[in-house]
């Protein structure tokens, strides 16, 4: 696959914690509102420029994409990001819970997302795209990484290795305890000549971002005469990762109604499909297995597994099984992208949430999931499927703010 330094623009080292932000879509208007309110340098204001405008603002209207290019220029004019002078390329390492990932920053191809080399595993809705596609044109810039993985590549990691013995960017903690350190690499060709025998890579975050990028992409190669497919905005913002260091967490589910049916007659119904017993943790022990909060107990179902066809990577996949025994036939719910009762909660805090949202009868029902593996992405990525929607929270998550690539 193709990888392109570039030359980013990024905060001066003393103003990067004060920068950084969450990605815009884990945080909601209101908590984006609270983190930025007392923080002009955040990134929340290109990001999530709405929190700037009236409350009851069209979050799609354009004076919002205008106010994020007015915030993204402000930073800049008042010396927070500085572009580097040269192409580069950029290590990125998280560290959380003693786990570590190392990631390399640059520029992917639009031309490999729609070649299938870049693959996807979830689909995308049309009203994110619009809204991604017009913040980049808005800003002239990729504003947010994609989070990739690929396979494990021996040569990489030497030359990561190599580069991370040098003097820092940026080594600091955010307030969720993750360490993010950024080392620069001047001399980016042995990287770029070791992506080139990369085969593929996978979307782990970012299916909107990419699509989006994509159709920036084609929107000013068609006004572009001269277009060679070779354009800064044929490239968009990447952060790759060997797929073995990535953590998939899992992405639980609430449930606000039992679809007319008593708690007694939902167990027993569920109880049909495998067997159903107290348990005695929050969390499933296996694929296959799902727990259940309901009248402030949780229960245990272990389907058969005879029953779950293994050979079709999708079809096995929990998220899928729970929607085809559990949420359709028993709670009515056959589109979990609209339907209003279903909700999700992801991340490490989200057993916590999950109880305190059905004592509080905000949820009739949680379920508790087995994380999505990354074989398993693999597998339906690489067999052109498309997993349902919510199947997999990655963390730690990329921080928005420490790179910006200028597509002009």
Partial sequence: MRLHPFAAMRPVPELAPAVVSPPYDV???????????????????????????????????????????????????????????????????????????????????????????????????PDKEDDRTR?????????????????????????????????????????????????????????????????????????????????????????????????????????????????????????????????????????SLGRLTPASSPTPPRPGSFCLYLGRRWHRLELDESSIDRADPRRALDVALLQERVLGPLLGIDDQRTDKRIDFVGGKESIAELEARVDAGAAALAISMFPTSMAELIAVSDAGQMMPPKSTWFEPKLLSGLFVHPIV
């Avoid at 580069?88 to 390399?104: F, T």
């Avoid at 920053?105 to 996807?120: E, L, N, P, Q, T």
């Avoid at 968009?236 to 990762?241: D, E, S, T």
């Fill in 135 to 271: 913040h980049i044109l808005a800003l002239d810039a990729h504003a947010e990484p994609v989070l990739l993985a690929y396979p494990e590549q021996r040569e990489l990691e030497q030359l990561a290795g190599t580069a991370m013995g040098r003097l820092p960017l940026y080594d600091f903690a955010t307030d969720d305890q993750v360490r993010h350190t950024v080392w620069r690499v001047p001399h980016p060709r042995p990287y770029v000549e070791a992506f080139a025998d990369v085969p593929c890579a996978y979307i782990a975050d970012g299916h909107h971002r990419s699509a989006s990028a994509w159709r920036a992409a084609r929107e000013r190669g068609a006004v572009n005469a001269r277009h060679s497919g070779d354009e800064e905005y044929n490239w968009f913002l990447a952060v790759l990762v060997p797929a073995r260091q990535l953590r998939i967490l899992p992405y639980n589910r609430l449930i606000t109604g039992l679809g007319g049916q008593e708690p007694g007659r939902l167990l027993s119904r569920l109880a």
């Fill in 27 to 125: 945080v909601t208007r209101e908590q984006a509102a609270r983190l930025g309110r007392d923080n002009p340098l955040s990134f929340l204001h290109v990001v999530r420029s709405d929190i700037d405008l009236a409350p009851d603002l069209d979050p799609h209207d354009p004076r919002v994409y205008d106010r994020a290019r007015q915030s993204l220029d402000r930073l800049v004019a008042d010396g927070v990001l500085v572009r580097d002078e040269d192409p580069s390329l950029y290590l990125y390492r998280m560290v959380a819970e003693g786990r570590s990932q190392v990631g390399v920053v640059g520029g992917v191809h639009v031309g490999d997302y729609a070649g299938g080399v870049i693959r996807r595993h979830e689909s995308t809705r």
